[in-house]
């Protein structure tokens, strides 16, 4: 038998180059990642954070994992839970719009109803947003453009902060099942006054399908808003990382701070790519969120106010309804508004530097000015739906708006309990009293 062709083959093996081992390194906490080469260019799930793992493994444990590259036999039981609770949530939903349109008008019952009905929308539209994001591959897109600049070192010193934000979404998440529990309970107990809407299946003891498919949109949405905080919170620290970079830019004998300014402008530049993929993701999702809390959130400060009387179990299972409404408006707000920030101070902080600007170069006076014209972006952060940027300001005016309009509705509805006339006294009582 001739050997020549095991020589050649050897020897090709050889000339390959062999592939590198991923590189681990240890955080601040002591704990192990990957680091990614300066010269690799691909992208796989080694190179994102293990952190990221979580995402989908909450999507698997609540069967809402619809990402392409899973087979038919895996997507069977997620879309048919899908389509199970989408199609009667939205039947639910049509039952109460019926209710309001053709029972009188009872004010506490049409606010509790009202907010039933805004919770559902959320949940529903969080559930269809969750699966779009998947099947079109947003989120690997958005974490591809996240580990470009800096290769996840924001990321690595922010892994703290990043695990109380799981950890949050699991609380809430059992916050969510308890309460979905309890309430189902304590209404079978006939211990709260339950909507007449839940019987919008004729029978009383089909009701829990009801609870159960809005349990699992619930579950959704919070995951849903999860994925928005855990990735505002990922591009901030990466944010703050750079700003850090740039605070301490200064000449060296082994690199020219020109070129060190430049390749400030190449990170920043890449930085913006990656901020306008977050606002791609989540713009009309935070449009339509923050369009349907605020009326949720005025819906249940007026019901508490007006259930202020009522037995205590009534009191009781109306405080968690205004937490989830006060946590989810923070939730939308708070994370963008602190992206904003690092973003706006990008530029302070390098015009502050003073090894930058003293003493006077040319050729890095005009570098520095030119990323100076980069970093004057007023308009990067996550938008709604293009009309305005999440800010403080944005928030400050919200929160005015919602105090207004719920001193509105508290005047009205005093004012509506002061015109009602008394009961009519009853005149035979009386004389058999007497």
């Known amino acids: 038998y001739s050997t020549e062709p095991i020589f050649e083959m050897e020897e090709e093996e050889m000339r390959t180059p062999p592939k590198k081992a991923p590189i681990v390194e240890l955080d601040s906490e002591g704990n192990e990642y990957l680091r990614r080469e300066e010269d690799d260019d691909t992208f796989s799930i080694e190179m994102?954070?293990?952190?990221?793992?979580?995402?989908?493994?909450?999507?698997?444990?609540?069967?809402?994992?619809?990402?392409?590259?899973?087979?038919?036999?895996?997507?069977?039981?997620p879309i048919i839970i899908m389509i199970f609770s989408l199609g009667v949530s939205i039947y639910f939903m049509a039952y109460i719009v019926y209710q309001l349109l053709d029972q009188p008008i009872d004010v506490n019952n049409v606010s509790s109803q009202l907010l039933l009905l805004t919770w559902i929308l959320q949940a529903g539209v969080s559930t269809i947003c969750v699966i779009?994001?998947?099947?079109?591959?947003?989120?690997?897109?958005?974490?591809?453009?996240?580990?470009?600049?800096?290769?996840?070192k924001g990321i690595t010193n922010g892994r703290r902060e990043l695990r109380r934000i799981v950890i949050h979404f699991y609380i809430t998440s059992i916050?969510?099942?308890?309460?979905?529990?309890?309430?189902?309970?304590?209404?079978?107990?006939?211990?709260?006054?339950?909507?007449?809407?839940?019987?919008?299946?004729?029978y009383p003891r089909l009701q829990i399908l009801i609870q159960l498919a809005n349990l699992y949109l619930f579950?959704?949405?919070?995951?849903?808003?999860?994925?928005?905080?855990?990735?505002?919170?990922?591009?901030?620290?990466?944010?703050?990382?750079?700003?850090?970079f740039i605070a301490k830019l200064?000449?060296?004998?082994?690199?020219?701070?020109?070129?060190?300014?430049?390749?400030?402008?190449?990170?920043?530049?890449?930085?913006?790519?990656?901020?306008?993929?977050?606002?791609?993701?989540?713009?009309?999702?935070?449009?339509m969120m923050l369009s349907t809390n605020l009326p949720t959130t005025l819906f249940a400060f007026f019901l508490l106010f007006s259930r202020r009387h009522e037995p205590w179990p009534e009191i009781a299972m109306t405080l968690p309804v205004i937490l989830f409404c006060v946590v989810g408006f923070l939730s939308l707000t708070a994370?963008?508004?602190?992206?904003?920030?690092?973003?706006?101070?990008?530029?302070?902080?390098?015009?502050?530097?003073?090894?930058?600007?003293?003493?006077?170069?040319?050729?890095?006076?005009?570098?520095?000015?030119?990323?100076?014209?980069?970093?004057?972006q007023a308009n990067l952060g996550i938008s709604i739906w293009g009309f305005a940027v999440v800010s403080r300001p944005l928030i400050l005016t919200t929160f005015?708006?919602?105090?207004?309009?719920?001193?509105?509705?508290?005047?009205?509805?005093?004012?509506?309990?002061?015109?009602?006339?008394?009961?009519?006294?009853?005149?035979?009582?009386?004389?058999?009293?007497?």
């Open 48 to 77: 994102v954070d293990t952190i990221f793992r979580h995402i989908l493994t909450l999507l698997t444990i609540i069967q809402a994992n619809f990402d392409p590259q899973r087979s038919c036999g895996q997507l069977f039981f």
């Open 132 to 152: 779009n994001w998947q099947r079109t591959g947003m989120w690997k897109h958005f974490l591809k453009c996240l580990y470009e600049p800096l290769k996840g």
């Open 175 to 202: 916050v969510i099942v308890l309460y979905c529990s309890s309430y189902a309970i304590l209404g079978q107990l006939e211990w709260i006054d339950v909507p007449h809407s839940l019987r919008a299946l004729y």
């Open 219 to 244: 579950l959704c949405w919070n995951l849903a808003l999860f994925v928005y905080v855990f990735f505002t919170h990922s591009l901030y620290f990466e944010i703050r990382e750079y700003n850090q």
């Open 250 to 287: 200064h000449e060296e004998e082994s690199q020219p701070l020109t070129d060190k300014i430049e390749s400030a402008i190449a990170i920043h530049i890449m930085n913006a790519k990656t901020v306008r993929a977050l606002d791609d993701i989540f713009k009309r999702y935070a449009f």
């Open 335 to 376: 994370a963008p508004a602190k992206l904003h920030d690092a973003l706006y101070d990008t530029r302070a902080i390098f015009c502050s530097n003073r090894y930058v600007w003293l003493p006077f170069r040319t050729e890095v006076y005009q570098a520095a000015v030119a990323l100076c014209c980069h970093l004057d």
């Open 400 to 434: 005015s708006v919602m105090a207004t309009f719920l001193a509105l509705l508290l005047q009205f509805n005093d004012c509506r309990a002061l015109a009602t006339p008394p009961p009519p006294f009853n005149l035979t009582h009386s004389t058999a009293i007497s």
